[in-house]
Structure formats: structure tokens, C-alpha cells
């Protein structure tokens, strides 16, 4: 599985857009991009997922270069209750393999108002 | 409520005692997952199954054991319990594929004494 690597926090106010760049220098072909938020007391939530280009739903938008070595999610206009944990991670998510990822330390995400 | 359960959520041990964590999902995803949180720290991968009637070490499995009664139901077992053990233990599941990421359990708080 590919390593990732990402910065440890990040500090935001109320209103901004926020960028966290992960970057995974090791992807393999077949590696999706993934990205969960986590709050306090609670179980990982997924946000959002890409192979390349840019993906966007009702919650964020991924970015992935061509040569897919690092990709960015970006959340608009964040609140105070977008404080908390994300996880960027890499790995095989296709129908006939494992599904298994390995987590890092993610980057925690502090909203100000 | 669809989704992915599991029990107990709360749980104190003494040292040298077992017991088994249940988790279940009920979406018809094909693989499952346990992890552990340690307090500020990310998520690790205990053990994994990637389909019904198989499982797999993940990072850190010693001292543990898991079943894969059907495709609905994942259990992790702790033989006999260590003050090492105590964390947040995650169950997640995953129809791989469909492009919707990992769905993961409230947790079960485990404290060995």
C-alpha cells in the first residue's frame, strides 16, 4: 500500500476555503485516492474519492494531477464544525481486491471563528 | 437504520480476561474490518476479511482473533486481555467497487485494568 504523507494540522477560519494536500509518491496504478473526516468520540466518515482529475460532491472537492503523486481536497467556506481529523489514503478499492486501507496520522483541521 | 453496529459500546476488562466484540452491517458489503484508535493517534488495521469464509492480518494483530461468521457478521476476540489493549475498536465494511468508501461503527471503548 502507498504511503502517505500530509501535514499534522492546519488552522482555518470561519468562511475560508481550505486546501490539505496529501502527498503519495509510491501510488500504483490501480490506487484510488480517499479522504474521511473524523470528530472526536466517533468512527471515520468518507468524504470523498478519485482516481484523477477532479472530483466534487456535495461536501468537497478532490484534486488530482496528471501524474497522480499528490492530490488536494478542498473544503469551501468551512464552519466550526468542520474541526476535526482528515485522512488521506491509498489503495486498491476495486471490486476484486481487498479494500484494505492503512491510515496515517491525518491532519487536524482547526476551524476559528 | 442501515449501516454497520456494534456491541458493546463500552467495556472494562481486568488483565488476563476475554472477550469478543461484535460487529455487524447489514448493507451486503463484501469485505470487513477491524481497527484500533489509540488516544492522538490515527487508526490501525487489526485484521481484515476480504469476503465471507476468509481473513487476513492487518499492522498489528497479535493478541488478536477474528471470525467471519457470515457476510453480515465480523467478531474480534481478545484471548487474554492486556493494559495494552485498551483503545477504541472500529469495525468498518465495504462493498469494493462501488466507489463509496469504508462505513464505520460508533466504536466500542475497550479499558483493560
Redesign the interface.
Known sequence: LAKTTQPISMDSYEGQEVNITCSHNNIATNDYITWYQQFPSQGPRFIIQGYKTKVTNEVASLFIPADRKSSTLSLPRVSLSDTAVYYCLVGDMGSSNTGKLIFGQGTTLQVKP | NAG?TQTPKFQVLKTGQSMTLQCAQDMNHN?M?W?RQDPG?????IY?S?SEGTT?K??VPNGYNVSRLNKREFSLRLESAAPSQTS?Y?C?S?L????????????TRLTVV
Open positions: 454497520v469485505s474490518y481497527y493517534m490515527g487508526l490501525r488495521l481484515y476480504a487476513d492487518g499492522e477504541v472500529f468498518a465495504i469494493t467497487g462501488a466507489g463509496y468508501g469504508y462505513t464505520f461503527g460508533s466504536g
